[in-house]
């Protein structure tokens, strides 16, 4: 997907959760990593990626349209996009397959039948098939995690952001996720995640934007990013995060 952020910010209030970030990623890259600190603004930044909050000032274009910065105009941006967060948003008291279908149905205006052919094709390929009739609280965090990833790219997003889907996980359940969305980075699928799964992001990732205080310090491929980090903000980041 061809990027173009320029001097980008969003501001609650005092807090500058993205303050005048500008990055330009041409067509090649098909899979955005984002990492940094607690705080340092990567769900911020992934949220205005997606549509889910108008900046404060500055523009983005994907694919070299801006995204537009009426409610209306934004709402139908963020419909095409799939959302993933770090705690299984699933409705508790419907069955994986209604989380799936029901917002097909609802919001894609897809008929019921088209929808939950769609949701038995997308949970067969993250071996969710014989879940699809349980509750959430029957399901394990890493099962949990698998149907809201089905939920989240059934409609075939344009993008697909994921904010730390494995952070609430127990590590066992982090790689069957991981499986999954690596899965999903090898079918073409574009992403951009926020993660503190520092491997995955250098294996997986076409580009890495490091994010501290809602700066951008630093990006890059990843390879170079983690090898030889430029600034000493990432150096001694990288240095804790990785010393165990
Ligand atoms: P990260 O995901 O890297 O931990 P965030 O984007 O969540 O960072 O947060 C960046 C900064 O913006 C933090 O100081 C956070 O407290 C603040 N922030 C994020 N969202 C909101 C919000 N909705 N209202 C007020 N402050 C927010
Ligand atoms: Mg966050």
């Given at each position: ?186 079918a073409g699928q574009r992403i951009v995640l926020s993660t503190h799964e520092m491997g995955f992001a250098r294996g ?41």
């Amino acid at each position: 997907m061809s990027i173009e952020i320029r001097d980008l910010s969003k501001h609650y209030g005092t807090t500058r959760a993205i303050d005048g970030v500008s990055l330009i990623l041409d067509d090649s890259v098909q899979v955005l990593a984002l990492i940094g600190p607690s705080g340092g603004g990567k769900s911020t930044f992934l949220r205005l990626l997606g549509g889910l909050e108008i900046p404060t000032s500055g523009l983005i274009r994907i694919d070299n349209t801006e995204l537009p910065k009426s409610e209306k105009g934004i709402m139908d941006f963020r419909r095409r996009n799939g959302f993933l967060f770090q705690s299984f948003n699933l409705f508790p008291h419907l069955t994986a397959l209604e989380n799936i279908v029901l917002p097909l149905v609802e919001v894609h205006h897809r008929t019921r039948d088209a929808a939950i052919a769609r949701a038995h094709e997308v949970v067969e390929r993250f071996g969710m098939s014989a879940h699809l009739g349980k509750m959430p609280a029957e399901l394990s965090g890493g099962q949990q995690q698998r149907i809201a990833l089905a939920r989240a790219m059934a409609h075939e997003p344009a993008l697909l952001l994921l904010d730390e889907p494995t952070s609430a996980l127990d590590p066992e359940m982090k790689a069957e996720v991981l499986e999954v969305i690596a899965e999903l980075c090898q079918a073409g699928q574009r992403i951009v995640l926020s993660t503190h799964e520092m491997g995955f992001a250098r294996g997986t990732a076409d580009e890495v934007v490091f994010l501290a205080n809602g700066r951008l310090v630093e990006s890059g491929k990843g390879e170079s990013l983690f090898k030889t980090p430029q600034t000493e903000v990432v150096r001694s980041f990288l240095g804790k995060v990785m010393k165990w």
